[in-house]
């Protein structure tokens, strides 16, 4: 069975930085895409980042493209994103998501999810 598991969260000043892993396990993710959304209370869940699990291209949403930085250690069956230059409204919930085959923004696209973490910028 797929899992995904993300840790890294926690409570940041603005200006700061977090990076937040996503162990996968239980399937060979070499034909994956892995992304990473995020959700606020009472918003709906965003796409943020994607990498296919070759590394060789990513895809970031205009709000955090820039600042973060998605990668993946294939060793690791890891999945990162760097998030540079916290903003009050990065404030959400975090998701890993796994999806076979090419790249979705669209949530229900995505096969796997993790149980998430939480960010939460300070002003």
């Known amino acids: 069975q797929v899992q995904l598991v993300e840790s890294g969260g926690g409570l940041v000043q603005a200006g700061g930085s977090l990076r937040l892993s996503c162990a996968a396990s239980?399937?060979?993710?070499?034909?994956?895409?892995m992304g990473w959304f995020r959700q606020a209370p009472g918003k709906e869940r965003e796409f943020v980042a994607r990498?296919?699990?070759?590394?060789?291209?990513?895809a970031y949403a205009d709000s955090v493209r820039g600042r973060f930085t998605i990668s993946n250690d294939n060793a690791k069956n890891t999945v990162y994103l760097q998030m540079n230059s916290l903003k009050p409204e990065d404030t959400a919930v975090y998701y890993c998501?796994?999806?076979?085959?090419?790249?979705?923004?669209?949530?229900?696209?995505?096969?796997?999810w993790g149980q998430g973490t939480q960010v939460t910028v300070s002003s």
């Open positions: 239980g399937r060979t993710f070499s034909s994956y895409v």
């Open positions: 998501a796994a999806r076979y085959g090419g790249w979705s923004a669209i949530p229900s696209a995505y096969d796997y």
């Open positions: 990498v296919n699990w070759s590394g060789t291209t990513t």
